[in-house]
């Protein structure tokens, strides 16, 4: 994994004169970098940017004919990711790091703790297991074949589409939920929240949230708060609230409910390492039941 652990871990790891291999499948930076925290940020940018020139005249500023261009607001985010993946590429090449771009399973320990890597077997005497996480894809009923047609997207789609929907419903009312919600809403589309708790942004303090709900519902975010979705049509979304069944009709749809640890299919059974759920088990310092990993 070369996101924010891996790539940081093995530039302290070579200068400290050890020998340095990072196997990454997709990009370095990891999520944050490429499908979270850096491109919702852009994109929030630019909404924020628009929502201010639109609204302007309340601050003495009047201004006409204002338009977002998303394509271009896609464009940028490519530009600023792209500039710092080279970067963490530039600096993992000065502290001679080898990085190898492919998916990586540990087949095993022999001299040292050995993986597969294309036609390639790495051996290291450490192993760090920084393969992060996945959006979390329920198995509700028609989900599966909704991601398939492009109807449905997790964070990583979403980042990536150019289109703007007419109409996007938002599964799940947490921080990556809120923040596609808020940039959507402003450059148009109508936006529809549907969060099976009672209130959003999950374990956020409860003032914050009540602030965060009257705030964007005012932006024009209708919120099912307390509804629980039940399947997935070609253009709708099936949901139940007080015990009624809703059926809502929209372009596009994101599913946000969260994120599981992304450690199935790389071996880690090869060598024993401990799980709970899918996740690592690890001790204060970060060390597996495994010693070396």
Known sequence: GGGPAGYLAAERAAAEGMSVCVVEKRFL???????????????????????HTVHGEKF???????????????AR????????????AAALRAGKVKVIEA???????????????????????????????????????GLKEAIASGFGMTNREILDMEEVPESLAVIGGGVIGLEM???????????????MMPKIA?????EISEILLKNYTNKG????????????GKDTVEYEKDGKNVSLKVDKVLV??????????????????????GAVVTDDFCRTNVPGV
């Open 29 to 51: 930076g990891g999520v944050c970098l490429n499908e979270g925290c850096i491109p919702t940020k852009t994109f929030l940018n630019s909404a924020k940017i628009y929502d």
């Open 77 to 88: 985010k490519n530009d600023v990711r792209n500039k710092l993946v080279a970067g963490i």
């Open 202 to 206: 999950g374990p956020t303090d409860n």
């Open 221 to 232: 975010i209708k919120f099912e708060l307390g509804a629980k979705v039940t399947g997935f």
């Open 103 to 141: 998916d990586g399973q540990i087949i095993g320990k022999s001299d040292g703790f050995d993986v597969k890597v294309g036609d390639e077997v790495v051996s290291g005497k450490k192993l760090l297991i920084a393969t992060g996480s996945n959006a979390v894809v329920p198995p509700i009923p």
């Open 256 to 277: 946000s409910i969260g994120r599981r640890a992304r450690t199935a299919g790389i071996g880690l059974e090869e060598i024993g390492v401990q799980l709970n759920r």
């Open 60 to 74: 003495g500023v009047t201004a006409s004919d204002i338009k977002i261009d998303h394509k271009a607001v896609v």
């Open 181 to 195: 919600a808020s940039y959507f809403n402003s450059i148009g589309s109508k936006v529809t929240v549907i969060e």
